[in-house]
């Protein structure tokens, strides 16, 4: 079984920053890859960004430029640094990591963001 566990949301001014944390913990030695997702109200959940074990990297044309998603293998963590943040960025961000053994999906229960002045 796999536990996947966020934190760092908070309320921040637009133009500032925050740092998202995801703890991935049980049966991890076949996570393949994590992702940070976010829903905004009424709208669908998205894709922000995601990371492989081998460190690739890839995200929506929306973030980039100012999130970097990153891992230490030693905490069994995956980071989302955003910058330069705008009101359009608030939503509640879930992380989720892939079993490519099992073929499963575990999703956090996710932290909330909201930039406002």
């Known amino acids: 079984q796999v536990q996947v566990v966020e934190s760092g949301g908070g309320l921040v001014q637009p133009g500032g920053s925050l740092r998202l944390s995801c703890v991935v913990s049980g049966s991890i030695f076949s996570i393949d890859a994590v992702a940070w997702y976010r829903q905004a109200p009424e709208k669908q959940r998205e894709l922000v960004a995601t990371i492989t074990r081998s460190g690739s990297t890839n995200y929506v044309d929306s973030v980039k430029a100012r999130f970097t998603i990153s891992r230490d293998d030693a905490k069994n963590t995956v980071y989302l640094k955003m910058n330069s943040l705008k009101p359009e960025d608030t939503a509640v961000y879930y992380c989720?990591?892939?079993?490519?053994?099992?073929?499963?999906?575990?999703w956090g229960q996710g932290t909330q963001v909201t930039v406002s002045s």
């Open positions: 989720y990591a892939y079993d490519v053994f099992s073929r499963r999906g575990y």
